[in-house]
């Protein structure tokens, strides 16, 4: 369980190659920090003497011809408008560079630094001969509308389990009185894609949902069915599929729109809900400001949090258990002085039980880990400065470069999150 990325600086015609077991899950925030910045971070890691393969993301920064290739979590920003605003930041970011974003699961890296002659681009759909028949038959998006339905809670199910902000794909259609009826799925499927018709009548017949914000909107689908003329819109990687599935809408005039929800609230006479660069900004930066570290700690900490939760619940379930004979025996005995001594002594049996327990957890646990924690080197720092003002500051500037709010009408924003929550906002 990690995620490594393998990382390569050339400077001076020279290339030093680096890899960390956990660098490729916040690489975003570390890449946001310029090229100066970069390789102060990079350089703390392990040197070896190749390209490690082995990798999940990782960059190459070409300091002779002002170059970033890097494959991180970028796509972990689905909605598009946050998307572009990391962009626009990073491109400030790196002003004298060109800054290229590789697919992920593709090998562009490794045939930078001349690794491979011929880099395998899942994106793109191709794969080398030799590969798996399973990795051939690999398609990462849900194929029908049936399976993209979105999952409609029960009065029953929990509330904290909602998942109204999870990115979801939102279809428009215009029948052939010019009404409007709108549909949400988790993703626009294969099917959906292709315009095949029996999706296209599938969705139609969906549950009518909402116009949903833009802040939780990651692709769309605008159907004019009487005018048969439909424009779609996402991300990168749904563009370059819409090269090949766009051709397969017979008798329709597709398009691709760049403005997205804006022109899609256009098309369906509605103002929608669209997002400020604040907002946006907001999705982006309290990762780029934090200096938490992502590692073995950091992922059994939050395992470890949830499970002591859910113990300190089980034992204020074990202790009503235990005291609820004791009342009974109050209630018909009328010994209360005697019911009142039991009763404490229970709860400071239990609770001291519960908290003997969870020390002892905690060291054994944290022996067993130590090993796998690093290699007993010098612990590693995120990059930027380590100061929270001054990284503040920095922010401030590169927010200033790149022409977009500053960051004290972004903070009132930011969303209450910490940890590996920072991870998930999207």
């Not at 909605?79 to 930041?89: E, G, H």
């Not at 029960?154 to 990115?167: K, L, Q, R, T, Y």
């Not at 609820?324 to 239990?350: I, K, Q």
Request: proline share 6%; charged share 30%; glycine share 8%.
């Amino acid at each position: 369980m990690s995620e490594p990325a393998a990382f390569a600086l050339i400077r001076d015609g020279k290339t030093r190659y680096f890899a960390d077991r956990w660098a490729s899950a916040l690489l975003r925030r570390e890449v946001m920090w310029g090229p100066q910045d970069f390789a102060a971070w990079v350089e703390q890691f392990e040197e070896l003497d190749e390209w490690a393969l082995d990798c999940d993301g990782g960059a190459v920064v070409d300091y002779d011809n002002r170059l970033l290739l890097w494959e991180g979590a970028a796509s972990e920003y689905r909605v598009p408008r946050v998307r572009r605003l990391y962009n626009r930041l990073l491109a400030a970011a790196w002003q004298e560079f060109k800054v290229e974003l590789a697919p992920a699961g593709s090998d562009r890296l490794a045939k930078h630094v001349g690794i491979i002659d011929e880099p395998r681009d899942h994106a793109d759909g191709e794969l080398p001969d030799d590969e798996d028949e399973e990795d051939d038959d690999y398609e990462p998006r849900l194929q029908t509308v049936e399976e993209s339905r979105r999952y409609e809670p029960d009065e029953d199910d929990d509330p904290d389990e909602d998942d109204d902000d999870v990115p979801r794909a939102w279809v428009t259609i215009v029948d052939a009185e010019g009404s409007s009826r709108h549909r949400q799925l988790d993703e626009l499927p294969l099917d959906l894609l292709q315009g095949e018709p029996e999706a296209l009548e599938a969705v139609a017949k969906l549950k009518p949902a909402q116009i949903p914000p833009e802040a939780v909107v990651s692709e769309g689908l605008f159907l004019n069915t009487k005018e048969r003329i439909a424009f779609v819109w996402g991300s990168p990687e749904l563009r370059e599929r819409m090269k090949e599935l766009g051709r397969r809408w017979r008798g329709w005039t597709l398009r691709w729109s760049k403005q997205g929800y804006a022109q899609q609230c256009a098309a369906s006479g509605v103002a929608g809900q669209p997002m400020t660069d604040a907002d946006a900004l907001a999705r982006i930066l309290p990762l780029v400001l934090s200096t938490e570290q992502f590692n073995l700690g950091t992922v059994i900490g939050a395992i470890g949090g949830g499970v002591q939760k859910f113990a300190r619940k089980a034992t204020g379930c074990l202790i009503v258990v235990l005291c609820l004979p004791l009342l009974l025996f109050g209630v018909f005995s009328g010994a209360w002085m005697s019911v009142l001594y039991a009763v404490v002594a229970t709860v400071v049996v239990v609770s001291g039980l519960y908290m003997l327990i969870v020390r002892r957890v905690r060291r054994s646990f944290a022996k067993k880990m130590q090993p796998l924690q690093g290699d007993g080197g010098a612990p590693t720092v995120v990059a930027g400065p380590q100061d929270e003002q001054e990284r503040k500051v920095r922010i401030d500037r590169l927010l200033a470069l790149a022409g977009l709010p500053p960051l004290a009408e972004v903070q009132p924003l930011f969303p209450n999150a910490t940890g590996l929550e920072l991870l998930a906002e999207q």
